[in-house]
């Protein structure tokens, strides 16, 4: 018997313990395994029944992801069907009873759906991922779950992919039983309870399939939600229509059209950018030259130092994963309104149906107000989110390095200033470190952790960690400029506006981004986070441009008009109350004014020039980083770009997106942008190299990799 599946038998109960570490993928392996088991049962006329269950954290989180990329990539050249082995299962003389803990996910959810009864302890969950990962169930999930669990949420479960909790999953008919305390046990209880009784094959139930005038509104409704949330992927109605192909035809076909549907969406690029997005953003996780074993710091309360719009977010973050959060304002007035603010956003987060009142009545109770920076001689984390002013942060930290304890991890929240300056000015810079939250803190999932050139190891690793705990996808950046999402965006929405300023509309620009994937147009993204933030920071770093060089003009004008975007109603745009956008002609005739008078010569402008220079932007800028070494890898701008900037996941993050156009091909059209705009468009020397040899960045970052 393999070591990855383990067979025993008890009183006439077979068990099979299917044991891969650390999630119980169902590799190649694996099935071989249990194909082996499934011949042991079949022929042992002694065995009454059966229960499968998974070793350690978990059931079965699905099949093993890493296979299906190398098949995409030609490294195998094919797998073996689950779908046969789960015909055996079914057709097993004797009863097979699932014990499901933790999570029976994709391919483990098929594996169980095929089994005649599924138990579960009351916090396993179950569900379709597949979505996620651009493809849909191919183990027969699209057949199986509707006949369990009706049209409506198979639909729901494969294409939004979101996982269901074992209560809800026993409502709807996926589960049998929850059992309490030892799941093993409950299993052969379980198992000999029905051993006499005829196994039911799921494949076999049709009650719930409906009739078409019954699943054709669910079907059509299902479609278009989809193509309203999940605009541009192609798997989620790929999964709606293998569900309706269960619903419309015998199993068997059904089978056969899951199998086509599934095939097509893993081969496409798109299921394997979202492939790369799910193993990138755990490799993020992994720094090179800081062991697994480093100590960190055990992060029990934490300080926060401004209750303004991000500390107040950073305290919820913290408060939500159950850390004792210290708010530290200077005056009562601001203390309060930052917790009025706290209390109004989770009171949307009730109206929103996120969250119950319960909960946030909890929640609120961890987060305890002062105006004294005694109180954090005690914590083990302070997080300063004060006003983007170096003089300030300095005095903050100043006054942290004298009431924390030693070893107290001090960390600053700012979006571009100097890390090793605001460390100076403390006794202590190996615990001072960049926690760069994205706002709204308590919404966005990235925060970029930010090395200073004496932050020590416990610190990054530190962090690091806690990013996990409270719900973040951390990623560790180079201290510099902007470090790395914002250094990125900043030359990407200043060829937004070069490309107003050359004839092309507002209107052109947001939309050809928008049908790219990006989650807004460049421009709403400015309107949307105050147009007055970057002028401010321009105004400040004037005497560093340099001369010559073409400077991007519109918004520093709207501003001069009391224009900061949302915040004032308008902006790019005009605003209602509602905060709803719509053109805004007077904003048109200025910038035609505008442009007349800096004699720029006008032009009409294609959606596809406007996609190329904004993303092939972000690329140049992105392969710099990765050269000067303040991006570790190309999948960590990848991950900071799809969790903070809103790139379409299925595109894979801007560095693999232009690997997968081509390095050749964005090298020649950023030359070719040289030559036509100016010298704001030379490439980087890394994405010249990487062009002239043929090679990608993720190829160079495997390289850095291993180096390091
Ligand atoms: C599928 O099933 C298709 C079917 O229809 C069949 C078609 C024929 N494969 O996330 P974690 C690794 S598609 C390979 O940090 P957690 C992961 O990379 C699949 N590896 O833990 C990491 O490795 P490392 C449908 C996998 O506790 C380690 O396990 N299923 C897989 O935070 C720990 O992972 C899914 O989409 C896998 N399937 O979360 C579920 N899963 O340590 C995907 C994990 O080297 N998985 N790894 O970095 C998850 O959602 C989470 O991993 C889970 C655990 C919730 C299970």
């Excluded at 379709?128 to 729901?156: D, H, M, S, W, Y």
């Excluded at 059509?220 to 605009?231: D, I, V």
Aim: proline share 5%; glycine share 10%.
């Amino acid at each position: 018997m393999s070591e990855l599946v383990q067979f025993t038998k008890v009183d006439g109960i077979a068990v099979v313990t299917i044991n891969n570490p650390p999630v119980n993928a169902l590799s190649s392996a694996v099935s071989a395994g249990i194909a082996t088991a499934v011949a042991q049962i079949e022929n042992d006329p002694s065995i009454k029944g059966v229960v499968f269950i998974g070793a350690g954290r978990t059931f079965v989180a699905g099949a093993d992801i890493k296979e299906f990329g190398e098949l995409t990539s030609g490294k195998i050249i094919c797998r073996e069907s689950l779908k046969p082995l789960l015909m055996r299962i079914e057709d097993l003389r004797v009863p097979v009873v699932m014990a499901i803990h933790g999570t029976a996910f994709g391919g483990g959810l098929e594996l169980a759906m095929a089994g005649h009864y599924r138990i579960a302890l009351r916090d396993a969950q179950v569900g379709q991922p597949e979505v996620k990962l651009g493809i849909i169930p191919g183990a027969a999930g699209t057949q199986r779950l509707p006949r369990l669990a009706g049209v409506a949420k198979a639909v729901e479960m494969c294409a939004e992919g979101a996982p269901v909790k074992a209560e809800d999953a026993l409502k709807s008919g996926i589960l049998d039983r929850l059992v309490e305390g030892d799941l093993l046990q409950a299993a052969i209880v379980f198992a000999k309870e029905v051993a006499a009784r005829p196994a039911p094959k799921t494949r076999e139930r049709n009650d719930k399939l409906g009739r078409p005038e019954q699943t054709s509104p669910i079907l059509a409704a299902a479609r278009e939600t989809a193509r309203k949330k999940q605009r541009g992927l192609l798997a989620p109605l790929a999964a709606i229509d293998a569900i309706e192909a269960a619903t419309r035809l015998p199993f068997e076909e059904g089978c056969q059209k899951e199998e086509e549907l599934f095939t097509k969406c893993l081969f496409s690029d798109q299921s394997k950018a979202l492939i790369h997005a799910f193993f990138g953003e755990r490799e993020v996780a992994k720094i090179p030259d800081i062991p697994k074993e480093t100590p960190i710091v055990p992060v029990t309360s934490v300080g926060i130092v401004g209750a303004g719009t991000m500390g107040g977010g950073i305290a919820m973050v913290f408060a939500n994963a159950g850390i004792p959060v210290l708010l530290k304002e200077t005056d009562q007035a601001p203390i309060d309104r930052g917790l009025a603010n706290i209390q109004k956003n989770y009171a949307n987060s009730v109206k929103r149906g996120r969250f119950t009142q319960q909960f946030v009545d909890e929640r609120l109770k961890f987060i305890r107000p002062t105006l004294d920076y005694g109180d954090f001689s005690g914590v083990d984390m302070v997080i300063e989110a004060v006003f983007e002013s170096m003089a300030l942060k300095k005095e903050v930290f100043r006054e942290l390095d004298r009431v924390c304890k030693q070893g107290a991890i001090l960390a600053t929240n700012t979006s571009s200033l100097d890390i090793d300056e605001i460390a100076s000015a403390t006794s202590r810079p190996k615990s001072v470190i960049g926690t760069h939250f994205f706002s709204p803190a308590n919404v966005m999932r990235l925060l970029e952790i930010v090395r200073g050139a004496a932050t020590g190891k416990e610190a990054i690793a530190t962090c690091m960690q806690l990013s996990k705990k409270i719900g973040k996808v951390g990623v560790l950046v180079g201290n510099c400029m902007g470090f790395v999402g914002n250094r990125m965006f900043g030359p990407y929405r200043r060829e937004a506006q070069f490309l107003v300023e050359e004839g092309a509309t507002i209107e052109a620009v947001d939309k050809a981004l928008y049908e790219f994937g990006m989650a807004m147009g460049p421009l709403a993204t400015g309107d949307l986070a105050g147009l007055d933030v970057g002028w401010r920071i321009r105004k400040e770093l004037r005497h560093l441009e340099k001369p010559g060089v073409r400077q991007a003009f519109i918004e520093d004008r709207l501003c001069e008009l009391g224009r900061f975007g949302q915040k004032t109603g308008a902006g790019w745009y005009k605003y209602d109350e509602n905060r709803k956008p719509s053109p805004d002609p007077e904003v048109a005739a200025l910038i035609r004014r505008w442009t007349s008078e800096a004699g720029i010569p006008q032009r009409q402008i294609s959606a596809e020039e406007i996609v190329e220079r904004c993303i092939y932007t972000l690329v140049n800028e992105g392969a710099r980083l990765l050269e000067e070494g303040i991006a570790l890898r190309a999948v960590d701008i990848d991950i900071i770009y799809l969790n903070g900037y809103g790139f379409p996941a299925h595109r894979g993050g801007a560095m693999w997106y232009a690997d997968s156009v081509g390095l050749r091909k964005v090298y020649e059209r950023i030359c070719d942008f040289q030559r036509r705009l100016g010298s704001w468009w030379e490439p980087a020397p890394l994405l010249q190299r990487l062009a002239e040899e043929g090679k990608t960045f993720a190829e160079f970052s495997s390289r850095q990799s291993v180096a390091a």
